[in-house]
């Protein structure tokens, strides 16, 4: 018998402290897909965020900093200029990359800092319980936004992909989903992507995943694929928004 | 380089910090330290392997000294005051990690905004820590721009001895100034620890344990173990790295405890005061922290009255306080807001003291 | 011929792998793992076709597939 699947090496034995059915898992497994696949984990440092995924550092079997909240793209900068030769990956949520860390994000991008984000957007706080993010959609019921996000008392969920796609400095950008198999092959295609544009050096590479929070939205894993489906790829539209050739 | 040169202080600073093996800047503008960000983006891209970046921010700039220390390099990074409060939630996490990086702060006048002026009242925040959580930093106060030169390399070696940042702290004064100055090529010390906890790329078998860079510790008990691991750290630094100098503290009656700029003023003033017959002496902390406490209780065995002077509404004089435990009177005298206080002012000051006065 | 093998311990029965599974041959568990979680269980390995949709899906890496 030939293996057809199993998990690969570039995660650790850790089990994962997300909650049953979060997307995270799948999003960990596929940026370690690519790394193993690419044979690159002898020169590839991951840099954690704080939110759920805090803990990356135990589940990326590869060299991994901790970064504070937003920080990583500044992080990942001082580590890629220092050993250029290394493969520097951030690993970050909506709150994180899109809220408190919109400086750095944008800064990285349009320095055309060659290292490759991978951006976790799943439209809520999840590891504080549940907050209003800035990717929260119109309407979208939160803790901290318990009737529903007024867009006229909070402004409007940010497109960070297509706003990162007007800079000149990054070189990919991509949008995809993992609440099915197909969307999940895709976006296991776009992270290898990014990576191999980091590896041909030619810059900024950011994949932009769609992630299911059944926790914090209140639903179970079934239904926040769903969720996902019919409300979030309607204000986060999946594609390619930028390739540099 | 045996020779003399006539450099501002932010600029000898700099190629101080490349003499002594510093490859990367991450800095951001504020007046009076632009010198040093300005003189690194002239230098580094000439030197193989240096890099200058000018961050968009002082919090991206420290959190990217965090990632090339973590990555092993020597690294720095400089601002002035309201520049360095940004920077403490990134120097906390630095220090938590432990990595060794230099900071420079050309304190100007607070609060707030302030001014662009000398001044010393960032004190408190230097030497208490800074940011949140239980910790401490070495912290140098050059009062000359030799001195800056010297304390700005040795500070590279003390960061990778403890893996701890160390703080080079002048004044609008320090940095603006120039004097003659050598600039001596310095190799780091020969018994640093090699940095075999950098993450520089990692994979089964290849000799170490899996670098993590990290300052999260969940676990309450755990955390505990590292603040106190932490803490034996900074008991090494108390009884190996304090500094200080004393001068015509012997027959003192009267003790000056200045620093930085400050203490040029009142080695004049102490001058001064012998040539008028009132035995006056003079003790300049180096290391603001650790503290000189030791000397300064020592002279105090034998003085009538110390003086303590600075250009701040009176910080460093609660640790003088602390030092004497009440021994002898511990007077102060500053000027704040960027103001810097005069030979005269001090002079009378001690007179004072010696009429019986204050 | 497919083989499943299902690493219980670290299933979290969010059973997000059932719903892909174009056969239908996965459902959870009676039985409750030491974290207090049915984990996923295969009903009839001899149905099994190895699309490996199952383990593509699953958040925690817990399904190996070979054929």
């Known amino acids: 018998m030939a293996v057809v699947y199993e998990k690969t090496k570039l995660l650790t034995d850790k089990p994962l402290h997300y909650c049953p059915g979060c997307t995270h898992g799948i999003i960990h497994r596929l940026v370690a897909e690519a790394i193993d696949e690419l044979g690159i984990q002898n020169r590839t440092i991951g840099i954690a965020p704080v939110g759920c995924a805090v803990f990356a550092y135990d589940y990326f079997n590869c060299d991994m900093m901790e970064a504070a909240h937003g920080r990583a793209p500044a992080v990942a900068t001082g580590c890629k200029r220092v050993n250029p030769g290394n493969i520097v990956f951030t690993y970050q949520g909506d709150g994180d990359l899109a809220s408190i860390g919109a400086a750095e994000i944008t800064h990285a991008a349009t320095r055309g800092e ?42 409007y969920p940010i497109r960070i992909s297509e706003m990162l796609a007007t800079l000149d400095g990054p070189a ?8 099915d198999v197909k969307h999940i092959l895709d976006a296991k295609k776009s992270i290898k992507k990014a990576f191999e544009t980091q590896l041909a050096g030619k810059g900024f590479s950011l994949v932009e995943v769609l992630s299911a929070c059944p926790t914090n939205w209140g639903m179970t894993p079934q239904e926040s694929l769903k969720w996902l489906e019919q409300n979030m790829i309607p204000q986060y539209p999946l594609g390619i928004k930028k390739e540099v050739e | 380089m045996g020779q003399k040169m006539l450099m501002k ?10 003499q002594a093996g510093c490859r990367f800047f991450f800095g951001y503008p504020i007046t009076p330290q632009n010198q040093i960000p300005e003189y690194m983006s002239k230098r580094l891209p000439k030197i193989e392997g240096g890099c200058f970046l000018q961050a968009e921010s002082e919090v991206a700039a420290i ?57 010393q009242s960032d004190y408190f925040q230097s030497t208490r820590g ?23 390399q040795e500070a590279f070696d003390l960061a990778d001895l403890y893996r701890n940042p160390v703080l080079v702290m002048g004044d609008g004064l320090i940095g603006q100034m120039m004097e003659p100055v050598e600039m001596p090529e310095r190799k780091p010390r020969t018994d640093l620890p090699e940095k075999t906890w950098a993450a520089t790329g990692w994979e089964p078998g290849c000799g170490r344990d899996r670098a993590i860079i990290n300052s999260l510790y969940i676990d309450p008990a755990v955390l505990e173990k590292h603040v106190n691991h932490l803490y034996e750290k900074y008991a090494a630094m108390e009884a190996n ?25 009142a080695r004049s003033a102490m001058r001064k005061l012998r040539e008028e017959g009132i035995r006056a002496g003079l003790i300049r902390p180096i290391t603001l922290w650790p503290f000189p406490a030791a000397p300064i209780a020592a002279a105090a065995k034998h003085a009538k009255a110390i003086l303590t002077v600075e250009m701040s509404m009176g910080q460093m004089v609660e640790d003088v306080r602390l030092a004497v435990e009440g021994a002898v009177p511990v007077h102060f005298f500053g000027r704040t807001g960027g103001i810097v206080p005069t030979v005269r002012e001090i002079i009378t000051q001690v007179e004072t003291l010696a009429k019986g006065g204050h | 011929m497919a083989k499943l093998t299902i690493a219980g311990e670290t299933c979290k029965g969010c059973g997000l792998c059932a719903d892909v599974c174009p056969r239908h041959l996965l459902a959870l568990s009676k039985e409750i793992n030491t974290k207090g979680y049915h984990p996923i269980a295969i009903t009839d ?13 699953c958040p925690d890496a817990v399904i190996k597939v070979e054929k």
């Open chain 1, 114 to 155: 060659n290292i490759t984000v991978i951006f976790v957007n799943n439209a809520i706080y999840g590891m504080t319980g549940g907050q209003m993010a800035p990717t929260t959609l119109p309407g979208q019921v939160t803790t901290t936004s318990p009737y529903g996000r007024d867009p006229k008392l909070c402004g």
């Open chain 1, 172 to 179: 990919f950008i991509s949008r995809v989903s993992v609440h």
């Open chain 2, 9 to 18: 202080g932010n600029e000898a600073i700099a190629e101080a910090a490349i």
């Open chain 2, 63 to 119: 959190n990217m000294v965090y990632g090339a220390a973590g990555a092993g390099a020597r690294v720095m990074t400089s601002s002035s005051s309201p520049g360095i409060s940004l920077k403490q939630e990134g120097i906390s996490y630095i220090v938590g990690a432990e990595l060794p990086c230099v900071i420079v702060n050309m304190v100007r006048g607070g609060p707030g905004l302030g001014s662009i002026q000398p001044a």
């Open chain 2, 130 to 152: 800074g940011g949140h959580g239980d910790y401490r930093m070495l912290v140098l106060a050059p009062s000359s721009v030799q001195e800056a030169v010297e304390l700005t």
């Open chain 2, 241 to 265: 790295e304090c500094r200080w100098q004393e001068e015509m503290t012997e027959d003192a009656d009267y003790i000056i405890v200045a620093y930085g700029t400050t203490a040029r003023i």
């Open chain 3, 45 to 57: 390995q001899d149905q099994c076709i190895g699309c490996a949709f199952c383990a593509r899906m």
